[in-house]
Protein backbone atom coordinates (compact mmCIF):
# COMPACT_ATOMS: atom_id res chain seq x y z
CA UNK A 1 0.00 0.00 0.00
CA UNK A 2 2.08 3.30 -1.28
CA UNK A 3 0.08 5.44 1.28
CA UNK A 4 0.13 3.79 4.41
CA UNK A 5 -0.04 6.27 7.14
CA UNK A 6 0.99 5.32 10.69
CA UNK A 7 -2.66 5.00 12.83
CA UNK A 8 -1.86 6.16 16.44
CA UNK A 9 -4.76 4.83 18.52
CA UNK A 10 -5.91 6.26 22.05
CA UNK A 11 -7.04 3.34 24.49
CA UNK A 12 -9.81 4.44 26.62
CA UNK A 13 -13.22 5.33 25.04
CA UNK A 14 -11.59 5.03 21.68
CA UNK A 15 -10.79 1.25 21.33
CA UNK A 16 -12.44 0.12 24.55
CA UNK A 17 -15.43 1.30 26.27
CA UNK A 18 -13.89 1.44 29.68
CA UNK A 19 -14.41 4.97 30.56
CA UNK A 20 -17.96 4.26 32.47
CA UNK A 21 -16.01 1.66 34.13
CA UNK A 22 -13.16 3.81 35.34
CA UNK A 23 -15.81 6.28 36.15
CA UNK A 24 -17.30 3.91 38.69
CA UNK A 25 -14.29 2.53 40.11
CA UNK A 26 -12.84 5.69 40.97
CA UNK A 27 -16.18 6.97 42.68
CA UNK A 28 -15.78 4.12 44.36
CA UNK A 29 -12.55 4.37 45.28
CA UNK A 30 -11.90 8.11 46.11
CA UNK A 31 -14.78 9.10 47.94
CA UNK A 32 -13.70 6.83 51.55
CA UNK A 33 -10.42 8.23 50.74
CA UNK A 34 -11.60 12.05 51.31
CA UNK A 35 -11.75 13.22 48.08
CA UNK A 36 -15.64 13.06 47.25
CA UNK A 37 -16.20 12.17 43.67
CA UNK A 38 -18.56 11.16 41.09
CA UNK A 39 -18.59 8.95 38.01
CA UNK A 40 -20.91 11.72 36.28
CA UNK A 41 -17.80 14.31 37.50
CA UNK A 42 -15.40 11.73 35.78
CA UNK A 43 -17.36 11.85 32.27
CA UNK A 44 -17.98 15.66 32.84
CA UNK A 45 -14.50 16.70 33.95
CA UNK A 46 -11.93 14.82 33.87
CA UNK A 47 -12.33 12.14 30.77
CA UNK A 48 -9.35 10.96 30.00
CA UNK A 49 -6.77 13.14 32.12
CA UNK A 50 -4.07 11.54 34.04
CA UNK A 51 -4.74 9.63 37.71
CA UNK A 52 -2.20 11.64 39.50
CA UNK A 53 -3.63 15.07 37.81
CA UNK A 54 -7.25 14.56 38.49
CA UNK A 55 -6.43 13.35 42.68
CA UNK A 56 -4.17 16.44 42.84
CA UNK A 57 -7.16 18.72 41.72
CA UNK A 58 -9.54 16.84 44.38
CA UNK A 59 -6.50 17.72 46.65
CA UNK A 60 -6.59 21.35 46.11
CA UNK A 61 -10.07 21.00 47.06
CA UNK A 62 -10.62 18.95 49.67
CA UNK A 63 -6.98 18.45 51.87
CA UNK A 64 -4.32 16.80 50.71
CA UNK A 65 -3.50 13.13 51.46
CA UNK A 66 -0.35 11.56 52.56
CA UNK A 67 1.90 9.42 50.54
CA UNK A 68 0.73 6.05 52.17
CA UNK A 69 -2.87 6.79 51.53
CA UNK A 70 -2.04 8.20 47.82
CA UNK A 71 -0.29 4.53 47.35
CA UNK A 72 -2.76 2.62 48.86
CA UNK A 73 -5.63 3.99 46.74
CA UNK A 74 -4.26 4.16 43.44
CA UNK A 75 -3.60 0.36 44.05
CA UNK A 76 -6.79 -0.80 45.12
CA UNK A 77 -8.19 1.76 42.06
CA UNK A 78 -5.81 -0.15 39.75
CA UNK A 79 -6.62 -3.68 40.46
CA UNK A 80 -10.76 -2.65 40.62
CA UNK A 81 -10.47 -1.70 37.43
CA UNK A 82 -8.33 -4.50 36.17
CA UNK A 83 -11.13 -6.92 37.42
CA UNK A 84 -13.89 -5.07 35.82
CA UNK A 85 -12.28 -5.01 32.39
CA UNK A 86 -11.10 -8.56 32.34
CA UNK A 87 -14.91 -9.28 33.56
CA UNK A 88 -16.71 -6.43 31.94
CA UNK A 89 -15.16 -4.72 29.29
CA UNK A 90 -16.50 -4.36 25.58
CA UNK A 91 -14.80 -2.71 22.44
CA UNK A 92 -15.57 0.51 21.14
CA UNK A 93 -19.17 -0.43 18.97
CA UNK A 94 -17.91 -1.36 15.80
CA UNK A 95 -13.66 -0.90 16.61
CA UNK A 96 -12.93 -4.45 15.60
CA UNK A 97 -14.33 -3.97 11.85
CA UNK A 98 -13.10 -1.02 11.23
CA UNK A 99 -9.61 -2.23 12.63
CA UNK A 100 -9.78 -5.07 10.52
CA UNK A 101 -10.89 -2.82 7.14
CA UNK A 102 -7.43 -0.72 8.07
CA UNK A 103 -5.57 -4.19 8.16
CA UNK A 104 -3.01 -2.76 5.37
CA UNK A 105 -1.93 0.19 8.07
CA UNK A 106 0.43 0.19 10.65
CA UNK A 107 -1.10 0.89 14.41
CA UNK A 108 -0.17 1.10 18.06
CA UNK A 109 -1.89 2.15 20.96
CA UNK A 110 -0.71 5.67 22.97
CA UNK A 111 -2.54 6.10 26.15
CA UNK A 112 -2.07 7.71 29.29
CA UNK A 113 -3.01 4.84 31.04
CA UNK A 114 -0.41 1.89 32.56
CA UNK A 115 1.40 -0.44 30.29
CA UNK A 116 -0.64 -3.11 32.10
CA UNK A 117 -4.14 -1.96 31.99
CA UNK A 118 -3.59 -1.37 27.97
CA UNK A 119 -2.32 -5.14 27.70
CA UNK A 120 -5.28 -5.81 29.45
CA UNK A 121 -8.25 -3.84 27.45
CA UNK A 122 -7.25 -5.37 24.28
CA UNK A 123 -6.88 -8.97 25.49
CA UNK A 124 -9.90 -8.39 26.86
CA UNK A 125 -11.44 -7.27 24.02
CA UNK A 126 -9.66 -9.54 21.43
CA UNK A 127 -8.23 -6.69 19.29
CA UNK A 128 -3.94 -6.85 20.28
CA UNK A 129 -3.66 -9.19 17.46
CA UNK A 130 -4.04 -5.53 15.35
CA UNK A 131 -1.41 -3.55 17.07
CA UNK A 132 2.08 -6.18 16.70
CA UNK A 133 3.09 -5.17 20.66
CA UNK A 134 2.70 -1.56 19.69
CA UNK A 135 1.80 -0.03 23.00
CA UNK A 136 3.16 3.30 24.08
CA UNK A 137 2.12 4.06 27.59
CA UNK A 138 2.62 7.78 29.61
CA UNK A 139 3.73 5.93 32.46
CA UNK A 140 6.82 4.47 30.22
CA UNK A 141 7.86 7.14 28.38
CA UNK A 142 7.03 9.87 31.13
CA UNK A 143 5.12 12.08 29.59
CA UNK A 144 1.30 12.75 29.32
CA UNK A 145 -1.16 13.80 27.08
CA UNK A 146 -2.06 16.76 26.26
CA UNK A 147 2.08 17.20 25.73
CA UNK A 148 2.67 16.10 22.07
CA UNK A 149 5.92 14.63 23.23
CA UNK A 150 3.60 11.72 24.27
CA UNK A 151 2.36 11.38 20.56
CA UNK A 152 5.69 12.26 18.83
CA UNK A 153 7.79 9.30 20.89
CA UNK A 154 5.25 7.10 19.44
CA UNK A 155 5.76 8.29 16.09
CA UNK A 156 9.56 8.01 16.42
CA UNK A 157 9.27 4.53 17.54
CA UNK A 158 6.91 3.47 14.83
CA UNK A 159 9.63 4.68 12.45
CA UNK A 160 7.00 7.24 10.82
CA UNK A 161 7.33 11.64 10.68
CA UNK A 162 4.52 12.97 12.40
CA UNK A 163 2.93 14.04 9.04
CA UNK A 164 2.39 10.41 7.75
CA UNK A 165 0.71 10.02 11.44
CA UNK A 166 -2.93 9.61 12.00
CA UNK A 167 -4.46 10.36 16.14
CA UNK A 168 -7.65 8.75 16.42
CA UNK A 169 -9.01 10.02 19.91
CA UNK A 170 -12.05 10.62 21.62
CA UNK A 171 -10.71 13.01 24.66
CA UNK A 172 -9.93 16.62 24.75
CA UNK A 173 -6.39 15.82 26.20
CA UNK A 174 -5.29 13.65 23.45
CA UNK A 175 -7.15 16.02 20.12
CA UNK A 176 -4.89 18.92 21.89
CA UNK A 177 -1.72 16.56 21.57
CA UNK A 178 -2.04 15.11 18.08
CA UNK A 179 -2.91 18.84 16.78
CA UNK A 180 0.19 19.86 18.71
CA UNK A 181 2.05 17.18 16.86
CA UNK A 182 1.90 18.09 13.84
CA UNK A 183 -0.07 14.63 13.26
CA UNK A 184 -3.61 14.62 11.38
CA UNK A 185 -6.20 14.09 13.99
CA UNK A 186 -9.73 12.21 13.85
CA UNK A 187 -12.04 12.86 16.73
CA UNK A 188 -14.12 10.03 17.71
CA UNK A 189 -16.35 12.70 19.16
CA UNK A 190 -19.24 10.07 21.63
CA UNK A 191 -21.03 13.50 22.66
CA UNK A 192 -21.60 15.71 19.70
CA UNK A 193 -24.43 17.48 21.16
CA UNK A 194 -21.94 18.59 24.41
CA UNK A 195 -18.61 18.44 22.69
CA UNK A 196 -17.47 20.74 19.56
CA UNK A 197 -14.72 19.32 17.76
CA UNK A 198 -11.46 21.45 17.55
CA UNK A 199 -10.45 23.34 14.45
CA UNK A 200 -8.09 21.40 12.49
CA UNK A 201 -9.29 17.79 13.38
CA UNK A 202 -11.72 15.32 11.69
CA UNK A 203 -15.26 14.56 13.59
CA UNK A 204 -16.56 11.15 13.38
CA UNK A 205 -19.35 9.76 15.72
CA UNK A 206 -19.21 6.04 14.65
CA UNK A 207 -16.37 3.79 14.58
CA UNK A 208 -17.87 2.70 11.34
CA UNK A 209 -16.73 6.19 9.45
CA UNK A 210 -12.98 5.59 10.33
CA UNK A 211 -11.99 3.97 7.45
CA UNK A 212 -13.24 5.90 5.20
CA UNK A 213 -12.22 8.75 6.70
CA UNK A 214 -8.39 7.39 6.56
CA UNK A 215 -8.52 6.64 3.28
CA UNK A 216 -9.30 9.92 2.01
CA UNK A 217 -6.05 10.83 4.67
CA UNK A 218 -4.42 9.00 2.42
CA UNK A 219 -5.24 10.10 -0.91
CA UNK A 220 -4.74 13.23 0.06
CA UNK A 221 -0.80 12.77 1.43
CA UNK A 222 0.11 10.69 -1.62
Same mark, same amino acid.
Given at each position: ????????????????????????????????????????? !?????????????????????? $??????? $????????????????????????????????????? $??????????????????????????????? !?????????? $??????????? !???????????????????????????????????????????????????????????????
Amino acid at each position: MPNRLCLLFDSDGTLVDSEILLAEVMAEILTPFGLPFTARQ !YMDEFRGVRFLSIVQELETRFG $ALGETQL $AAMEAAMRERMATRMQNELLAIDGMPLALEALSAHPK $AVVSNGPEAKIRCAMQSTEMAHHFDNNLFSA !YTLGVWKPDP $ALYLKAAEAMG !YPPERCVVIDDAAVGIEAGLAAGMQVVHLNHFADQESTPAGAHAIHHARELPAVIDTLSRQSA
